[in-house]
């Protein structure tokens, strides 16, 4: 079965630390696709990064990194030196391609909210 | 670009009462997605349309549920008759369809519909 697992339910830090949220994922299939969505007080989820299962690299953008581990079915987000503007909740989900190469619906974890306190 | 709108932003109505909630998917977005996320639970994957056809309405909680997409623009959900545990956060997404295309596009989410059945 697919099922992805966000264990920190919120997360609270002053502004400038760096804080990392952990996502890890389950599924059968080989290949699938990771995302992280933002979603900010005003209600919408903002998309942040799409990875597909035979990439492992890592990606910064800006503040923001991915660390992507296969063996240990994880996908962690970290944001460094942390903004009050970063505060929100943060989904991880992973979505399975079927044959004919769509995407699959997203299955999401329960989200972390992080407060960045100034 | 519009992004994906949804109307209404929030609707209370009683048990029993019928509501439609409305989304207009990005322009030339063909695949749409509903999701729902009750209080303190995952969003959940409703169903999804490729144009006009339902893809996959595995998600959709039982009959009370309908939705639709007329001539492939924007859809509509429909309950009827609402329930109390039908409470929740309404999303609706969209994305590009390219059959084949590698990497997929990411699905591009809706501020929500608030629905409230008291």
């Known amino acids: 079965a697919q099922k992805v697992t966000q264990a920190q339910t919120e997360i609270s830090v002053v502004e400038k630390e760096d804080v990392t949220l952990d996502c890890v994922y389950e599924t059968r299939d ?3 696709y990771l995302f992280w969505y933002k979603q900010p007080p005003s209600g919408e989820l903002v998309f942040l990064i799409r990875r597909n299962s035979f990439d492992e690299q890592n990606e910064i953008s800006g503040r923001y990194s991915w660390n992507f581990q296969k063996s240990t079915s994880s996908f962690n987000f ?3 030196a942390s ?3 970063d505060s929100a909740v943060y989904f991880c989900a992973l979505s399975e391609v079927d044959y004919g190469g769509s995407q699959g619906n997203l299955i999401f974890g329960k989200g972390t909210k992080l407060s960045v306190k100034p | 670009e519009a992004g994906v709108t ?5 609707s209370v109505i009683e048990k029993g009462q019928t509501v439609t909630l409305r989304c207009d998917p990005i ?3 063909d695949n749409l ?8 639970k995952e969003i959940k994957f409703l169903l999804h349309f490729v144009k006009e056809s339902k893809q996959d309405e595995s998600g959709m909680p039982n009959n009370r549920f309908l939705a639709e997409r007329t001539g492939g623009t924007y859809s509509t959900l429909k309950v009827q008759p609402a329930e109390l545990e039908d409470s929740g956060v309404y999303f609706c997404a969209s994305s590009h369809r390219d059959r084949g295309r590698i990497p997929l596009d ?3 989410f809706g501020p929500g519909t608030r629905l409230t059945v008291t």
């Not at chain 2, 949804?6 to 929030?10: E, G, K, R, V």
């Not at chain 2, 997605?33 to 303190?40: E, H, I, K």
């Open chain 1, 83 to 85: 903004q009050v503007v």
């Open chain 1, 30 to 32: 080989t290949t699938y």
């Open chain 2, 106 to 108: 990411e699905q591009y």
């Open chain 2, 6 to 10: 949804q109307f209404p932003s929030h």
């Open chain 2, 33 to 40: 997605y509903w999701y729902r996320r009750v209080m303190g």
């Open chain 1, 78 to 80: 970290t944001i460094t």
């Open chain 2, 27 to 29: 322009s030339g977005h």
